[in-house]
Nanobody, 126 residues
């Protein structure tokens, strides 16, 4: 059974940092691309970053490029999202997801991902 469990969210001041974790089970990180997504109140879910199943490629949304970093630990079955220089606009529920259908191209369209975690809240506020 495929499962993804996020953790690491919380309340942080603007300019601060958080590191989110996504522990996966039921598959290995070498099997599927994994992405991070977020959804703010009243807005559609949007892609943030993703990492390819071979670990060689990453992709970031323009809004987070240069501030967020996605990486993974194969031995720990965990994908991380390091978030620096956080802004109030980053406030959202953050989800990780896996693409078990193996889309031919790496991307952050939510429609390409079919297994989802339950989400973790990130709030950036002074």
């Amino acid at each position: 059974q495929i499962q993804l469990v996020e953790s690491g969210g919380g309340l942080v001041h603007p300019g601060g940092s958080l590191r989110l974790s996504c522990v996966v089970s039921g598959f290995t990180l070498s099997d599927y691309d994994v992405g991070w997504f977020r959804q703010a109140p009243g807005k559609e879910r949007e892609g943030v970053a993703c990492i390819s199943r071979d670990g060689d490629n990453t992709y970031y949304a323009n809004a987070v490029k240069g501030r967020f970093t996605i990486d993974r630990d194969i031995a720990e079955n965990t994908v991380y999202l390091q978030m620096d220089s956080l802004k109030p606009a980053d406030t959202a529920v953050y989800y990780c997801a896996a693409d078990s259908q193996r889309a031919p191209a790496l991307g952050i369209s939510p429609d390409a991902y079919d297994y989802w975690g339950q989400g973790t809240q990130v709030t950036v506020s002074s």
